[in-house]
């Protein structure tokens, strides 16, 4: 069987070679808990070190002790969210949007379930923030405004830096927070220039060829947080536990991979506006969720009117393609996806869409394969799809009615 052709990038990564080299020997006989006192240990402490000098590289030269090592995003975005909670408890106002990862929605539902004041701004048809509202949003009490730089599934890219300026300018005590888990690595992330009034920022290992089990958070010098676990003095006592420290240095060595790479996004992002092209003009009826918007190099989600997502992904894999309906972390619900209802797409659309994430090693052959089965795999389900009139090459007029779908 020939190799799988993987375009699901943005739910997790394959590991780069050097990055698999470089851990290694510390799943192997460097073993030693860094905070020991002997030399061999001392040896894997000075890892360490080096691995947080290429994240913080990677992220505009921040000072290594703003950056924190946690176990991936998730715990990153939680230790940001319900740290400045437990830091600032007597502000309860909370401002987000409705299409974050959920890593950042359930924390925040959490915490409006628990009295917190929580706003969830809506975003347009295109996934776009209004930034209006956005200013509407904040208020004299507003703790922590959290709004991720890269959506998931869309790939559309929020303005933080513009965000960010506005939130400071209108209180300079109000925390911002970004969920960058999608854009570090794919697109120049700059936390001393463009993102300086970004006072928390969270990635993880594994979107960027790293392996799974490491993320990081950046906290900015001065910034009020409270650890979320507790327990010992590591990680300058903001988070408790003996380090992952395989992880740790495969991150580090992914994070410098990616900063010599990042040139290679135009190139990516040329497959990507060839594979979106070509399914434009070969397959009716489709839609690109986030088209009009700014969106990340890699990203491709398309919905196909009148089909079930989960019946073109089932085709694809059969031929050999993996991709994804949306969200990793979401994939096994029933329900669609939280992004695009929010994006107002119409029922006809909302069930069939297909997210193709590609990375630096997606390659023409697999672009071109794609464009090949892609449109007659939609073609042959919505021919028997009960929504599909496969005379007028359209929805049924009957399931047209009232909804707001393509002319």
Partial sequence: MDKPIYLDNNATTPIAPQVASTMRPYLEHLYFNPSSMYDAAAQVARAMSEARNHVRELIGGVP????????????????????????????????????????????CRDLARRGWSVDFLPVDRQGRLDSAEFVRALRTDTLLVTVMHGNNETGVIFPIEELARITKETNPEILFHTDATQTVGKIPVDLSEELQNVDMLTFSAHKLHGPKGIGALFA???????????????????????????????????CRLAGENLGASERVRAQRDRLQAELEERIPWLEVNGAEAERLPN??????????????????????????????????????????????????????????????????????????????????????SPYWDTEKASPRADVLHGQSCLP
Avoid: W
């Avoid at 659309?349 to 672009?367: C, K, M, Q």
């Fill in 299 to 384: 990203a491709l989600s398309v919905a196909c009117h009148c089909i079930e997502g989960e019946s073109i992904l089932a085709q694809l894999d059969a031929e050999g393609v993996h991709a994804s309906s949306g969200s990793a972390c979401t994939s096994g619900s029933l329900e669609p996806s939280h992004v695009l209802k929010a994006m107002g797409l119409p029922f006809t659309a909302l069930h069939g869409s297909v997210r193709f994430s590609l990375s630096r090693y997606t390659t023409e052959a697999e672009i071109e394969r794609v464009i090949e089965i892609f449109p007659p795999i939609v073609e042959a389900l919505r021919r028997i």
């Fill in 64 to 107: 290594a002790n703003e950056i924190t090592f946690t176990s991936c995003a998730t715990e990153s975005n939680n230790a940001a969210i319900f740290g400045a909670v437990r830091a600032l408890p007597k502000k309860r106002h909370i401002v987000t949007t409705a299409v974050e990862h959920p890593a950042v929605i359930e924390p």
């Fill in 220 to 254: 900015r010098r001065g910034t009020p947080l409270r650890p979320l676990l507790l327990g010992g003095h590591q990680e300058r006592g903001r988070r408790g536990g003996t380090e992952n420290v395989a992880g740790i240095v495969g991150m580090g060595e992914a």
